[in-house]
């Protein structure tokens, strides 16, 4: 296969249609991190069993832990593992808070069908942009772009000082002429990984703004918009790796009710990737905890992989509204 290649070729689509329709029917399509086999195939698996349009999408951290070209390879085995099963789900191959434009450009160049040009540190300026100077280039190749207008509060944050980060609606439709992009992610209280809130025992995180996000629907109605940050770091989970010699102590996500309620709005594309990961640990941890002599790889990754499938079927179904959809 020549250095370039196009989504097209590989089997996959941009996020074009898969917007559309998941507006039009009130759901959210699941974004799915990976960083290696067995979390691939559990989001392929998990999503075709209930029949989901699947963003699957990497970090350019993902990208230099798996190798792009191993990587290209790997999504060509996904694609051509549902024909073999006899089914047909939309999957898109995304890049997920991509920094440069050359970063952005590799992955459009290697295959992937849409990229994130994460400019939410920068100034307005700045991020319109490096944000064009990723969509003039993506469009040619007909690959899709998501911005970033506002930050996610930081893991070590104050509640309160996530408020000065939140999406202001006043930019956005100035951000999304001038650049041109196809969704843009907000902040609106959600936060990445497993720690996202300080709070005392006993206390329940604050709900997100939806009067923000309301009035960014307002300015731009029908415009797709993507929530980061957005796993629920499921207690179970939490539980499991405590009990099985884990420690990871004021753990707290995003409430699924919370989620389940954008997704109905015009977010339709939600990021998840810390409920994977401690799906994985929960069930790794406790094939260690309960033979401690076991060391083939495919007897703990084998049942991580398992919890993966079932941990994404259920978000699918209950808290995204894509199972069916595909
Ligand atoms: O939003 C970030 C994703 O969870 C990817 O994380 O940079 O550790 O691959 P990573
Ligand atoms: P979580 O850490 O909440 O899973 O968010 C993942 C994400 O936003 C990836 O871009
Ligand atoms: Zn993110």
Do not use: W
Request: net charge negative; with cysteine.
């Amino acid at each position: 296969m020549s250095d370039t290649v196009s989504f097209k070729d590989l089997g996959l689509v941009n996020t074009r249609e898969l917007f559309k329709k998941a507006i039009e029917g009130n759901y959210a399509v699941p974004a799915y991190n990976f960083n290696n086999m067995e979390q691939l195939q559990a989001i392929i698996i998990g999503c075709m069993e209930s029949r989901s349009p699947v963003i699957v999408q990497t970090s350019g951290g993902a990208i230099k832990y798996i190798n792009k070209t191993f990587l290209r390879y790997m999504i060509q085995g996904a694609v051509e593992m549902v024909k073999e099963q006899g089914e047909d789900i939309p999957i898109t191959l995304h890049l997920d808070h991509g920094d440069t434009f050359e970063l952005a450009k590799s992955c459009i160049d290697s295959g992937y069908s849409s990229v994130m040009l994460d400019g939410s540190h920068h100034s307005f300026d700045d991020n319109v942009a490096l944000t064009k100077l990723v969509v003039d280039y993506a469009h040619t190749r007909d690959v899709t772009v998501e911005g970033e207008l506002g930050v996610l509060a930081g893991i070590e944050d104050e509640i309160s000082a996530a408020v000065s980060h939140f999406t202001k609606p006043d930019e956005v439709v100035e951000f999304v002429e001038r650049t041109g992009v196809d969704s843009l992610a907000i902040s609106i209280g959600t936060s990445h990984g497993a720690y996202k809130f300080k709070l005392p025992p006993g206390e329940l995180p604050p709900p997100l703004r939806f009067d923000i996000l309301d009035e960014i629907e307002k300015r731009i109605p029908g415009f797709p918009i993507v929530l980061h940050g957005a796993s629920a770091v499921v207690p179970e989970y939490i539980e499991a790796i405590n009990r099985y010699g884990g420690k990871m102590d004021n753990a707290v996500g995003i409430p699924e009710d919370q989620l389940r309620k954008a997704a109905v709005s015009a977010v339709c594309k939600i990021n998840i990737d810390s409920d994977n990961r401690l799906a994985m640990t929960a069930a790794i941890r406790r094939v260690f905890s309960e033979k401690p002599d076991e060391f083939d790889p495919r007897k703990y990754l084998g049942p991580a992989r398992v919890e993966m499938i079932n941990m994404v079927k259920n978000k699918n179904e209950h808290v995204l509204g894509s199972a069916g959809r595909a």
